[in-house]
């Protein structure tokens, strides 16, 4: 099988990110609009134009919707508010499925809030988040654990996006990765790839992708030593991409090591979601019946796309077949 191949082939599949479905809003400021509240006596930033597109697991559901699959739908919960509003029409126009979206009142819809200065182009003043700040109620908890257990027959890729950073967690809770683990040992063959910040040696039975630092971290929190063969073992993981930017990627699949050199990329514009980007390459590559050194390549080259790109950006069939053609 080859990189062409799989790029012919994704619009037979059916993928459902699963996790933090979040909302990131652009917004620029023009500095020479500055002022100061005659209220407040604080600075004002004065903004003159806003973008919203999909976040986190949505950025992951972003990439694989450009990437031209079949059907591409999201599982989580967002709040009953303006940005989970805004959240749902982002995924919509995009042709991503929301159906599976919960909508509760005790939470907040995470948002990333970006200020683009714009005479610069640059991201230079503090990020605005909203986040869930106390954990998720149990009964939605479980709603979630259900759902996944209901739906994830209708589709042959599962991508898990524990994108969440606070201790509290996000949707990703006990009862949904106990799902997750169910569903992986009742069913080998499906291709379960999951992507934790903060939480990876939680997960067990499924194909895990973490970068390197997330990675020693996740060794540490295990068994406070730095082993990944052993953080391997102890996730009775499938197997484990570790990714580390330039400098490539380390694969961990049947009891085998193997290096990935990454493509090399003179002066990437936006290196934001080029995990996001690998994640979804790589899962649909397993999907097709990719091996885990093939998967690693070809999410290495969707991320190459997305990176040239400002923001949180995608690759498209027809870029990655002009790439492969060259």
Sequence with gaps: MTALELVNRLPSLRALVVGDICLDRWCTYDPRLADRSRETGLDRVAVVSTQNTPGGGGAVANNLAALGLARVAVLGSIGCDGNGYELVQALAQRGIDTGALLRDRAVTTFTYTKLINRRTGVEDLPRIDYVQADPLPDTLQQQLAQRLLDIHGGFDLLLVADQSEISTGGVVTQPVRRTIEEIGSNYPDKVILGDSRMRCELFRRVTMKINRAEAEAACQRAFAGLDYEQLCRHLCARRLFITDGPNGIVVLDAGRKIFIPAGRIEHP???????????????????????????AQFGDLVASVTIMKPGTGTASPDELRRILRA
């Design 269 to 295: 514009v936006d290196t934001c979601g080029a995990g996001d980007s690998f994640l979804a390459g790589a899962g649909c590559a397993l999907a097709l019946g990719a091996d885990a050194e093939l998967s």
